[in-house]
Structures are given as C-alpha cells and as structure tokens.
C-alpha cells in the first residue's frame, strides 16, 4: 500500500519540507465552482511541480565527513546536477509527487463524473427552457436582418465543466511529462519508465479515467 510505503522510507530519510495542499472534498459544488477547483490545481502544481528543480535539490543529502580541504582545489558540481540516492528519489515520490498527483487525478476525474451526469439542479435549466421557447416562436426574416437567424442558447453547466476538465486534464499531461523528465535526470531512473508506470508501480492511480 502507498501509505505502508511512505513510512517506511520517511523512517530512513530526513523529513521532506514540501507540504501539499489539502485535497477539497469531492462534491458538485466544487466541481461547478471553477474558481475553488482551479485554486486547488494552481496550488497543488506550484507546491511540487512549478518547483520541481528546487524541491530534487533539496533532497541533495550534505555531505557527514567534514570539511575537506582539498576539496577547494577541486570544481564541485552544482546541487542541480548532482545526483540523489535511490532512497530519497523513492521518498520523494511516494509522499510528495505522487500523492499530489493522484489527489489531482482524483479531484478531475469526480468533476468529469459529474459533468456527464445529469444535473437536475442546475439553477439556469428553467432560463434556457425559456429561451428556448422564445427562439421557437421568433419570426426570421434574413432578408431584413442577415443576423437574426443567428440563436446562442446558454450552455448547460456540466458541458462548461466538461470542457474544464478536458483542458485541466491537457495541462497535466504537460506539467507531469516535465517533471517527470526532471526525475528521471536526478533520480537516474530508466528513459523507458513512464509517470504512469511509476505511478501504477507505487501503487498510485496514474491518470484520468474516460468519461
């Protein structure tokens, strides 16, 4: 399990300084609410992923053997090219990436649930039917007004919310397929070892589900 995981590699690494913003509850109300769902998202890739340089050298352990002092005659290698025990990559992205990952795919994947679903309580449902109504009864005469043809119905809620969801999926494809490189690098991990891969190796879920 990841959790089982987690703790046993945190019990052999220094603590992890990134904190994760905490999940909101899964509800319609967070879904069509496109300023708290975007919220959640900025502040969850500007925690892990937006830093993600900063937060692999953070994990640059010091070194325990003192002062050298022919070590000022020699070119050390800046933290962003050293490379990271095998011990700390894996802390790292069993407590901080891919938590922060899933929480994401979990939050997406309700909202496109619920965009698909129906949506008895969309406030704005008798208004369309109204209009609606009106555009029936309406006299066209193009001749007169070549415009008046033209009818933009309100969009139902869920289908705003569905194409929220496909653009926020789109942005994460993008930030995790960069971050992801960066791990690779600094982790010295396998070129052929996908995100997903490693997400499902982990025990995570590793992606959007289709709806």
Known sequence: APVAAAQA????????MTELPHRPSLSPHLCFSPG?????????????????????NALV???HTGFDPSSTSQRTPASGSRPIGSEACKS???TVLFPAWQARTEVLNYCALIAASPDPNDPEATL???EEQK??????????????SRFFLREPRTNILASLVRQERGV???????????????????????WQDAMRTCGFDDGPRSN
């Open 128 to 130: 369309r039917d109204i």
């Open 92 to 94: 790292f992205k069993i």
């Open 135 to 148: 555009d029936r009864e309406r006299v066209v005469d193009e001749r007169l007004d070549p415009y008046s």
């Open 36 to 56: 708290a769902l975007r919220d959640f998202l900025r502040l969850s890739r500007s925690a892990v992923d937006d830093t993600i340089t900063e937060n692999m």
């Open 61 to 63: 352990t010091p070194s």
């Open 9 to 16: 590699v945190q019990s052999r690494q220094p603590h992890i």
């Open 172 to 194: 994460e494809e993008i930030i995790r397929n960069r971050s992801w490189s960066v791990v690779q690098e600094r982790c010295n991990c396998s070129p052929h070892n996908t």
